[in-house]
């Protein structure tokens, strides 16, 4: 309790710091926490911007099939150079350079071949996502007891029980944190793809809000995205939190 009373605390005087540097400044340049409410009302009512309830869903459709993509494509993948130890050996560290490479590079390439439509904002996301996750499973296969693994053989159980049974639970924890990562990137891999290039979709309201200078209602909608992020990162935190607690 007493953890969230600190944040509460904290959150309360970065927004009154904020409103106070954003008197003393241009109004122009510089909005306050206590205009953006009227702001995010004009947003949704004004027709100099594009509607609003579209392009968000647009953004969590992509959002959604990115991430689906990263899970499928990491899981298999992940499983396939962990379970066939010499196919991981040679290919691992090929994923770690790829993954070390920032990802922004990649965006100009895929809407060069995939467009400005959502193809090219789904396939960044999923590229961002699919790294985390693969690496996770296969961290999570590789510190599953060998011994424990030799002993499940040893009394009768097949390939697919051991997995069942044996490594599962075992690398359950590390999965979770890799499919916690893998959201949160895939998130960042739409938005920043809207933000670069787009004709629809979340990033593409907020670029037009700031090439006509309405500040107020570009504020709001950072904001509006910095809230919904954070809502879908604390619950991807507390899902992983409550398998920790399982697996115990």
Do not use: C
């Not at 909005?31 to 969590?60: E, Y």
């Not at 789904?122 to 030799?150: C, S």
């Not at 504020?219 to 697996?247: N, P």
């Amino acid at each position: 309790m007493k953890v969230w009373l600190w944040r509460a605390a904290l959150l309360l005087v970065a927004l009154a710091a904020w409103e106070i540097s954003a008197r003393m400044l241009n109004p122009m340049l510089y909005v306050g926490p206590s205009r953006l409410p009227a702001a995010l009302g004009r947003v949704l009512a004004t027709r100099d911007l594009p509607p609003l309830p579209g392009h968000l869903w647009l953004t969590l459709v992509e959002i959604a099939v990115a991430y689906a993509l990263a899970i499928a494509g990491g899981l298999w993948v992940g499983f396939v150079l962990g379970l066939k130890q010499t196919v991981g050996r040679v290919y691992e560290p090929l994923l770690s350079t790829l993954y070390a490479v920032p990802s922004v590079i990649w965006y100009p390439s895929l809407m060069l071949f995939l467009g400005l439509g959502p193809a090219s904002k789904i396939a960044f996301g999923f590229l961002l996502g699919f790294f985390p996750l693969t690496l996770a499973v296969l961290a999570g296969i590789r510190q599953v007891p060998a011994t424990l693994i030799t002993v499940a053989v040893s009394m009768g159980a097949g390939q697919w029980t051991v997995f069942r049974k044996v490594m599962l639970p075992a690398m359950v924890s590390t999965l979770a944190g890799g499919l916690r990562t893998g959201l949160a990137l895939s998130v960042v891999g739409v938005l920043v793809g809207e933000l670069l290039g787009a004709r629809a979709g979340l990033g593409y309201v907020i670029n037009y809000a700031y090439g006509l200078m309405m500040t107020a209602e570009y504020a709001a909608l950072v904001v509006l995205v910095a809230v919904a992020v954070l809502l879908l990162d604390g619950a991807a935190a507390l899902a992983e939190q409550r398998v920790k607690t399982w697996t115990g």
